[in-house]
Nanobody
Framework: QVQLVESGGGLVQAGGSLRLSCAAS????????MGWFRQAPGKEREPVAA????????SYADPVKGRFTISRDNAKSTLYLQMNSLKFEDTAVYYC???????????????WGQGTQVTVSS
């Protein structure tokens, strides 16, 4: 079992930055592939970025490429999402996810956090 807790969300003006964190606990979380997802009101949950555990390969959804950076600190069992040049359309609840088999920009991860709200004012 893996537990995920996101933090770092908040209200920011367009063009600003935020860094989200996801603290993971449970069995051997450093061996899990992880990802960030978001869900805006009235929309489906969509992938944002992902990172593999073994070699740190990253992938990004097109809307965030060049603005967001995913990283992980396996020693601290923590996943990060650095978000720069935020836009109004980035407003959503952001979730982190983990899985020991699934990887990449797919919603098929087994474990999910409770989410953290990011609101970007225009």
């Amino acid at each position: 079992q893996v537990q995920l807790v996101e933090s770092g969300g908040g209200l920011v003006q367009a063009g600003g930055s935020l860094r989200l964190s996801c603290a993971a606990s449970g069995r051997s979380v450093s061996w899990y592939n992880m990802g960030w997802f978001r869900q805006a009101p009235g929309k489906e949950r969509e992938p944002v970025a992902a990172i593999t555990w073994s070699d740190g390969i990253t992938s990004y959804a097109d809307p965030v490429k060049g603005r967001f950076t995913i990283s992980r600190d396996n020693a601290k069992s923590t996943l990060y999402l650095q978000m720069n040049s935020l836009k109004f359309e980035d407003t959503a609840v952001y979730y982190c996810a983990a899985d020991d088999r699934v990887a990449g920009l797919t919603r098929a991860y087994d474990y999910w956090g409770q989410g953290t709200q990011v609101t970007v004012s225009s």
